[in-house]
């Protein structure tokens, strides 16, 4: 993902190398792999600060911080919840494990930096309904593939969204809709491309199989990504500022160029 202005788009190039350098431990790297930074969130993010008129020195570190702490989430949710009975295995799983804590760790020494109580507060009620979120959504029977991804896009908005409550003021609610349904999309083609080309199907193409079959669960997902899609230009009409509007609209443009791009490769298989 990248911005049309080539001064943003540097801003968020420094803004992911920044990321990546408070993401960096030379022990934890030599076994395992960081998660990959989300681009489309760090354009989001940046975006909506921006507009909110934030200061570029704080805007910097609030998306550092809030990058960071997904990369502590998603660092935890690799940990696999079967017993691990090999060397390596354990090894790995107790790797993975601190490298969360590592990130989790990085991000409150930034905001301690900044003594901003305020952020501090959103982000840390964020966390514990994150945690809350994926008990339920990990430990509860009965989801349907709706319920099950509706609560994983609560899940993977919810940080972002906590910076809307924080700052958004009279713009929460449309910059808030715009996060839940871009980062559906993100949902929907990270699930379309695991289970197209990667072999390795996830929870909600499990659930929408069983429910509707194989064949018709693809559909329904390529029909949900277009409804997403079409949300989102609808949104993104209504966000005030020329500018930002471009940059939001070239960000879901970006999206379905993408989709484009997988369905092309899975009809070429």
């Given amino acids: 993902m990248s911005l049309l202005r080539d001064d943003f788009q540097e801003e968020i190039e420094s803004i992911v190398d920044q990321i990546k350098l408070h993401a960096e431990n030379r022990v934890l790297n030599q076994y395992i792999d960081n998660p990959p930074i989300s681009q489309l969130r760090v354009c989001l993010l940046y975006l909506f600060l921006r507009q909110c008129g934030i200061a570029e020195s704080k805007l910097r570190k609030y998306i550092v911080t809030a990058m960071l ?16 009975d090999t060397p390596t295995g354990i090894r790995t799983r107790q790797l993975t ?10 991000y409150y020494h930034l905001l301690a930096d900044m003594e901003d109580v ?41 940080l972002l969204c906590s910076f809307g409550n924080a700052y958004g003021a009279d713009t929460a609610d449309v910059w808030m809709r715009i996060f839940s349904q871009m980062l559906l999309i993100e949902q929907l083609l990270v699930e379309y491309r ?5 072999e390795r199907p996830g929870r909600y ?4 199989s069983q429910e509707e079959g ?16 079409h949300q989102c ?11 930002c509007r471009t940059e939001l609209k070239h960000l ?9 791009n997988q369905k092309a490769r899975a009809e070429e298989m």
Avoid: P
């Fill in 69 to 84: 702490i997904q990369l502590g989430l998603d660092s935890h949710e690799r940990v696999s919840l079967s017993k691990e």
């Fill in 97 to 106: 494990i601190l490298a969360g804590d590592y990130f989790s760790g990085q």
């Fill in 118 to 158: 305020q952020t501090i507060k959103q982000l840390a009620r964020s966390i514990q309904e994150i945690n809350e979120w994926k008990i339920s959504l990990y430990w509860e029977n009965g989801w349907t593939a709706e319920q099950y991804l509706r609560r994983k896009v609560d899940i993977e908005s919810s």
């Fill in 194 to 198: 695991a289970c197209r080309f990667e």
């Fill in 205 to 208: 193409f499990h659930l929408l």
């Fill in 214 to 229: 194989t064949h018709n669960a693809y559909q329904s997902m390529l029909q949900n990504v277009h409804k997403a899609l």
């Fill in 233 to 243: 230009r609808k949104l993104t009409a209504l966000v005030e500022g020329e500018e």
């Fill in 252 to 260: 879901v443009e970006q999206c379905a160029e993408e989709l484009d």
